[in-house]
């Protein structure tokens, strides 16, 4: 069982940051796949960037260029920098953890880009 706690969300005016983290609470976390989902109301959930074992990255298109995810295995953290914010991405983030096929998930954070 691996248990998946984020922190960092809030309020930020358009253009601007939040890092987002999820701390994980999972032996070998070196191992698992690492993702950022969100759900924005009445949507469905849409992956925004996921991050391998090995460091390899991707992007949902609408955050490329903006969104950086980062994975540090010593603190079984990963993170989601988030840079020129818009009010589309307004929603609950949500941590994965997937391995073999099984997947886990965070409670989410919300997150509202608005003036």
């Known amino acids: 069982q691996v248990q998946l706690v984020e922190s960092g969300g809030g309020l930020v005016q358009p253009g601007g940051s939040l890092r987002l983290s999820c701390v994980a609470s999972a032996r070998m976390f070196n191992i698992y796949t690492m993702g950022w989902y969100r759900q924005a109301p009445g949507k469905q959930r849409e992956l925004v960037a996921y991050i391998t074992p090995g460091g390899d990255t991707n992007y949902g298109d609408s955050v490329k260029g903006r969104f950086t995810i980062s994975r540090d295995d010593v603190k079984t953290t990963v993170y989601l920098q988030m840079n020129s914010l818009k009010p589309e991405d307004t929603a609950v983030y949500y941590c994965?953890?997937?391995?073999?096929?099984?997947?886990?998930w965070g409670q989410g954070t919300q997150v509202v880009v608005s003036s």
């Open positions: 994965n953890a997937g391995l073999s096929g099984v997947r886990y």
